[in-house]
């Protein structure tokens, strides 16, 4: 047993930021026109995704962040199709492990 340090939540579910952040952002293309909230869900899914890339690397994942900015302003607008393209183009930059110039 480790008793020499607190323990705080287990960021990311228990997988890296990057892994956590594709799965974030499928889920959110996946539920963001559902019925009941599903707009609601896929808009926070988004803000939380750039706000860990925002945290953790700002200058590295800037187009990254600026992606998700363009998708939840199409989400909130119901530009599902667009919302949905800008999704998947961040989570291909995210999949390159970079970010795009």
Do not use: I
């Given at each position: 047993m480790d008793v020499l340090r607190p323990k705080g939540p287990v960021l990311f579910g228990g997988s890296g930021m990057l892994e956590w952040a594709r799965s974030q952002l499928l889920l959110a293309g996946q539920i963001l026109d559902n019925p009941g909230g599903g707009l609601l869900f896929a808009t926070q899914?988004?803000?939380q995704v750039k706000a860990a890339l925002n945290e953790s690397e700002p200058g590295r994942w800037e187009a990254v962040v600026h992606l998700l900015g363009r998708a939840e302003a199409?989400?909130?607008?119901?530009?599902?199709?667009?919302?949905?393209?800008?999704?998947?183009?961040a989570r291909t930059a995210l999949?390159?492990?970079?970010?795009?110039s």
């Open positions: 899914s988004m803000g199409a989400a909130v607008n119901r530009e599902q199709d667009r919302a949905r393209a800008l999704l998947e183009e999949a390159g492990d970079g970010a795009r």
